[in-house]
C-alpha cells in the first residue's frame, strides 16, 4: 500500500511545445530551433506534426479527465505568440492557447504552465545569437509580460525554463553550445543570461498575474558516491554542484554560490555581471521548485591527471552505447550495479525520487511539484489492438511510492505529472522513444490518423488517481 497522499493532489502528465504540438509553421507560427533540430534527422522525428495535438488538443484533454487527472503541464511556443520580430502578436497564438486553457478548466484540470522549454525562435536566435546576447533579455521580458496578462486570468501555476542546468551542461546535445571552441567560457555567460531571464519570468508573474505562484524548472539527477572512500564521496558532492546544485543555489537564495565563485575564479572564466544584474536577480523570489526526475548517476574520484571525456548520451536505444563523462580532479560518472537502465542507459531508480525530494526540502524548505518523470520505451500496438506497456506501469508504481514516502518523511509536494501524458518526441529519438500512457499513431505513414490509443498504463493510472494514489 501506498502511504496517503494529501487532499488536493495534483495528478497530471506532462508535456511541452515542439514536442507535442507539429502545426510547426501554422496560423502564423514560424520555426524554433528544436524544429529545424528534429528535422534533419528524420526520418526518426517528424516535427511538422509532432503528436498532432494542435488539432487534437479536446481529444487529449477529454482522456485527460476520464482518467481523472487534476493537472497538466505544457509549454507555450515563443514563436507562436511573437513569430518575428515586428513586434505583433500573433493573435491565433494566444488563441490556441486560450482555448486549450479553457478546455482544461472546464475539466476541472489545473493548467502548469512552462514560459520556456528548449524552443529558441530562430528569429531571436538570428538576432540576438540566441542566449548568447543580452538583447534576448528585454524581448524575453516582453514575451512573458505578454503571456502573463493574456493568461494570468486563469493559470495561477506558471514553470520560468525547463531545465537550465540541463542546457547548460550538455548544451551540445540541446544545441545550445552554437560555439564550441570556447564552450567552456561561454556556458557561464550564456547561464548567466538565462538567470536574468528566469528573474524576469518570477518578478513579472508576481506583477502581473493575481494570485499567480512561479518556480524554476531543474532537471534533477542525484548522484550518489560510487564507494565509502571519502575521495566518492567528494566526487560525489562536486558532481551535484556542478550540474544541479549551483542552479538550486542561485534560484533559492538569489545569488551566485561561493562554489561556483571560486570555481570561475580559479579557471578565469568569471561571466560578465553587469551592474544591476545581481539586483535583479535578489528580487526573483520563487514561490516553490518544478522539478524533473528520471534516474540517477553514480561519482567516483577522478586524479587531475587523467584526461578529461565528455558525456556522450545514448542515441541508438541500444543498452551499452553511453560514455560517462571525465571531469579530471572534479569527478567521473560511472555505472552502478545496485540499478537497472532502460535501453538508453538510463538508470530505473525509484529511491532516487525520494531522494531528490529530501534533499531540495531540506535545503530550501520550499513546496514541490513534480514537473517530469517516466519511462521511455521502443512500443507499438499488439496485435490485439492494444498498447501492452508493464514496465511503465512497474516504473510509475514505484516512483510514485517512493513519492508517498519523501511525503511521510516530512517533503511538501503538491503534485505529479509524469512525462508524458500523450505519446511525443523524444529530444533525441523522435517518436522511437515513446514516453505515453496515451500511444499515437505516427508509425505507419499510409495512415497518418495520429489515433490516441490509451496503453495499459492509461488504465493503470487512471485507477491510482481517481484513489488518490492508492490502488
Ligand atoms: C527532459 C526534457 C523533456 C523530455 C525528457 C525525456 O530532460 O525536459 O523535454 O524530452 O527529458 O528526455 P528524452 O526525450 O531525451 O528521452
Request: with cysteine; hydrophobic share 30%.
Amino acid at each position: 500500500h501506498n502511504p496517503k497522499f494529501p487532499d488536493n493532489f495534483l495528478w497530471g502528465g506532462s508535456s511541452s511545445s515542439w514536442q507535442v504540438e507539429g502545426a510547426v509553421e501554422e496560423d502564423g507560427k514560424t520555426l524554433s530551433l528544436m524544429d529545424l533540430n528534429t528535422r534533419t534527422k528524420k526520418p526518426y522525428a517528424d516535427d511538422t506534426f509532432a503528436s498532432d495535438h494542435y488539432h487534437h488538443y479536446k481529444e487529449d484533454v477529454k482522456l485527460m479527465a476520464d482518467a481523472g487527472l487534476t493537472s497538466y503541464r505544457f509549454s507555450i511556443a515563443w514563436s507562436r505568440i511573437y513569430p518575428d520580430n515586428s513586434g505583433k502578436v500573433n493573435q491565433k497564438g494566444i488563441d490556441f492557447y486560450n482555448n486549450l486553457i479553457n478546455e482544461l478548466i472546464q475539466h476541472g484540470i489545473t493548467p502548469i504552465v512552462t514560459v520556456y522549454h528548449y524552443d529558441m525562435p530562430v528569429w531571436i536566435d538570428k538576432q540576438y545569437d540566441g542566449w548568447y546576447g543580452r538583447g534576448i533579455i528585454d524581448e524575453f521580458d516582453k514575451y512573458v509580460r505578454t503571456i502573463y496578462k493574456a493568461f494570468g486570468d486563469r493559470v495561477k501555476y506558471w514553470l520560468s525554463i525547463n531545465e537550465q542546468n540541463m542546457q547548460i551542461c550538455y548544451g551540445d546535445w540541446l544545441g545550445i553550445d552554437k560555439h564550441p571552441d570556447t564552450w567552456f567560457e561561454d556556458k557561464w555567460k550564456v547561464n548567466h543570461i538565462i538567470n536574468l531571464c528566469h528573474a524576469k519570468a518570477v518578478i513579472a508573474c508576481h506583477e502581473l498575474v493575481p494570485g499567480g505562484k512561479i518556480g524554476p524548472v531543474p532537471g534533477y539527477v542525484p548522484i550518489y558516491p560510487d564507494s565509502s572512500d571519502p575521495k566518492d564521496q567528494i566526487a560525489a558532492m562536486n558532481a551535484e554542484e556542478m550540474t544541479e546544485k549551483v542552479w538550486d543555489d542561485l534560484y533559492a537564495h538569489r545569488e551566485y554560490n561561493g562554489f561556483i565563485k571560486s570555481y570561475w575564479k580559479e579557471n578565469n572564466i568569471d561571466p560578465d555581471i553587469r551592474p544591476g544584474d545581481m539586483e535583479l536577480i535578489a528580487k526573483a523570489k520563487i514561490d516553490f521548485f518544478g522539478l524533473n526526475c528520471y534516474r540517477s548517476n553514480t561519482a567516483k574520484y577522478c586524479a587531475p591527471e587523467e584526461e578529461e571525456q565528455a558525456y556522450e548520451l545514448n542515441k541508438s536505444g541500444k543498452k551499452g552505447n553511453l560514455k560517462f563523462p571525465k571531469v579530471p580532479g572534479m569527478y567521473q560518472l560511472v555505472a552502478n550495479p545496485h540499478v537497472k537502465t532502460t535501453d538508453w542507459d538510463w538508470e530505473i531508480d525509484p529511491v532516487a525520487m525520494r531522494y531528490m525530494l529530501r534533499y531540495v526540502w531540506d535545503h530550501y524548505q520550499l513546496p514541490m511539484v513534480i514537473t517530469e518523470n517516466g519511462f521511455g520505451e521502443h512500443e507499438q500496438v499488439s496485435e490485439d489492438g492494444k498498447v501492452h506497456d508493464p514496465q511503465r506501469i512497474d516504473f510509475m508504481r514505484d516512483q510514485i511510492y517512493q513519492i508517498g514516502l519523501a511525503i511521510q518523511d516530512g517533503c511538501q509536494v503538491f503534485g505529479y505529472n509524469p512525462w508524458s501524458f500523450t505519446d511525443l518526441l523524444s529530444t533525441g529519438n523522435g517518436m522511437s522513444k515513446r514516453y505515453g500512457v496515451v500511444y499515437i499513431n505516427t508509425t505507419d505513414d499510409e495512415k497518418l490518423d495520429f489515433k490516441r490509443i490509451p496503453k495499459d498504463s492509461y488504465y493503470w493510472y487512471s485507477q491510482l488517481v481517481k484513489s488518490n494514489g492508492q490502488n
